[in-house]
Structures are given as C-alpha cells and as structure tokens.
C-alpha cells in the first residue's frame, strides 16, 4: 500500500513537472459568416505575447529574422519580440530626436520595410516619414527624412503608411502625435492629409477631405487605396479608386462603424489586407474581418482598444497592437 503511495505521487509530480503553462489569452473570435472558417480555424485564440506597454502601435513581422518589431509611442521606442527570445528594446529614440523635452505621442507609429528591406517609420515627434540609416540586425537611432513638409509647411504627425510596389510612398498625416493635436500651436497645415512620396522625393497631396485619415492600404491589384478614418463623429472606412494620374476618385464607403463607436472601445485604425483580399481592420470592439467584397466575415474582439495588426507567416499568423498588449492570433 505505502508502495502503491509512493509511486502514484512521484507519477503526479512528474506529470505535474512536464506540463507547459498555456498562453495568456484575452477575447473571442465572433463569426458573422460561415467563410471565416476558411480563414481562422475554429479553435483560434487570441494569446497575449507582451504586454506592459503605454500604447502599442505599428506591428511589423520580419520574416527573414522571425521577429516582431512595434512602436510603444509614448515610451519614443521600438520593441523586438521573438519566440525564443521574448520581449527586448530594439530602438530608443524613435520618433522624437529633438533635445527639448516634450509630452504627447512623440515616438514612432507605423513601421515598414522599403523595397531594399530598409525600416522606414512615421516619426510623430520629429513629424516625418523617416528611413532608420542602419541595418536590421543592428539598429541605430540615425535616420535619413524621406519627407517632412508640404509645400514648405511641415506635417502634422505622420501616422500610417504604405508603400506601393512601384516604391511610392503613400501616408496619412493626423495630429494625434502633436501635444496638443489640431489645436497645437506649432501646427503649419490646416488639414489632415492622405500624401504621396514619389522616388524621385516629390510629395503630393492626395485629399484633404478626411477629418482624421489614420491606417490605409492597397487592394492587392493596387487599382483601390482604402483609408481608415478615426473620428468618433465620422467611424469609417473610405474607399477610393487610383487613377492614372494617381489621384484619388470614386470615393466610396467600405462601413460605417460611427454607432458601433458609440458603445465599443476603440476606432478604424490601422490594417491590413492579405493576398486573397481579406480585410483585417482594428476598429471599435477589435478587428473587423472582411472579405474582398467588403463583406463582414467576423471580428476578434478585444477587451480593449486595438491600433493595428500584421500578418506573418504566410498570411496564417495575425499579430495585433491593443493598448497595451501585444496579440497573436494562428489562424490557421
């Protein structure tokens, strides 16, 4: 009997000894149509990779070093997080190179990568399109301007960006990286602006209509800029056709979330489209899924604000930036 004692506790204790921890998850996927399916599997879970964070933003996934890089904006860094290795500061200062000291959102926001892999940021406090003048894999807070004006007036805070396969730059120009935003006594532009940067370094206003144009992205045939639009009074997110001039026209509504605003936490941010068209759009209550047709498919909803997300790992992996979190998301 004592034997059998022995024996069952040091089977429990083992036992006990080999089982890993689960993730920290955080949230459900809600399905609105039965294609979502075909897309993230039923038994998804939304895992909380980091956290801590003052307000996380611009997820970029490098896929040659399997790392995750994101601007915590008002820390004025760029964290690195990597399955081995966890969560590390890989860039401080960001957005604000400037020796007076100053509040607000002043880090960098969104993070992408030039045709030649190079890390380019939207920099709120230094209010600029910026090219980190450094490799990859060793980081430096030197910086190369890609644009800081318009017109001889300098940008508000440039927030989001994207560039085209042909290497324009395309971005949106908020004031949320202004202390004091549309009010901000150093602001020069009256409007909140959709740009161009050409290769040749021309910057052209592309529409001054949007009342705080925030994420944008191409359609995958490139021919439809969508823009996220994050005013409380005016949740939406714009569609518009791409001439061949490269103005914006045939303006259009992909949704109106402005009564969902109302009662859910958080506004059209930042997203991203994958290869088959699918929409994966931060907005209020998490992230909005859509198909190429503009169809609601599901959302991943959040317990708190979401900013932005990535896809990685062949369009399987989504991570996502909210709050203070950062999210992970295997689909499939």
């Known amino acids: 009997m004592r034997r059998y004692y022995i024996f069952h506790v040091i089977t429990v204790l083992l036992f006990s000894a080999c089982k890993q921890p689960g993730m920290k998850t955080i949230g459900t996927i809600e399905q609105a149509d039965s294609s979502l399916l075909s897309i993230i599997s039923k038994d998804a879970k939304v895992e909380v990779i980091a956290e801590g964070f003052d307000w996380s933003e611009g997820p970029l996934w490098i896929p040659g070093a399997n790392m995750l890089l994101f601007s915590d904006i008002p820390q004025n860094k760029i964290c690195k997080w990597t399955e081995a290795g966890g969560l590390e500061t890989y860039l401080t200062?960001?957005?604000?190179?400037?020796?007076?000291?100053?509040?607000?959102?002043?880090?960098?926001?969104?993070?992408?990568?030039?045709k030649q892999g190079r890390l380019v940021m939207c920099q709120h406090g230094d209010r600029r399109m910026a090219r980190m003048d450094a490799p990859l894999d060793h980081p430096a807070s030197r910086f190369?301007?890609?644009?800081?004006?318009?017109?001889?007036?300098?940008?508000?805070?440039?927030?989001?960006?994207?560039?085209r396969s042909n290497g324009d730059l395309f971005f949106t120009d908020p004031p949320y990286g202004m202390e004091q935003q549309e009010k901000d006594p150093a602001r020069e532009l009256p409007f909140h602006g959709v740009f161009k940067v050409s290769t040749d370094g021309k910057v052209t206003l592309?529409?001054?209509?949007?009342?705080?144009?925030?994420?944008?992205?191409?359609?995958?045939?490139?021919?439809?800029?969508?823009?996220?639009?994050?005013d409380p009074n005016k949740a939406v997110w714009y569609m518009f056709d791409i001439a061949e001039n490269d103005s914006l026209v045939n303006p259009r509504l992909l949704r109106d979330v402005?009564?969902?605003?109302?009662?859910?936490?958080g506004l059209p941010d930042g997203f991203k489209i994958d290869r088959q068209g699918n929409i994966f759009a931060t907005g209020p209550g998490g992230v909005w899924i859509?198909?190429?047709?503009?169809?609601?498919?599901?959302?991943?909803?959040?317990?708190?604000?979401?900013s932005n997300c990535a896809l990685a790992e062949d369009d399987k992996v989504l991570y996502i930036t909210a709050d203070n979190y950062v999210l992970r998301v295997k689909m499939r």
Do not use: H, M
Request: charged content about 25%; aromatic content about 6%.
């Open 258 to 265: 402005t009564e969902e605003a109302k009662t859910e936490t």
């Open 144 to 163: 190369v301007s890609l644009a800081d004006n318009y017109d001889g007036k300098k940008f508000n805070s440039p927030n989001d960006a994207v560039f």
């Open 206 to 230: 592309l529409t001054d209509t949007l009342t705080r144009p925030n994420g944008l992205a191409f359609t995958p045939d490139e021919k439809t800029l969508i823009v996220a639009n994050s």
């Open 93 to 114: 200062p960001s957005g604000y190179t400037g020796a007076k000291p100053r509040g607000g959102e002043l880090g960098s926001n969104a993070l992408i990568l030039d």
């Open 290 to 306: 859509f198909n190429s047709g503009g169809k609601l498919l599901g959302k991943i909803k959040a317990p708190v604000a979401t």
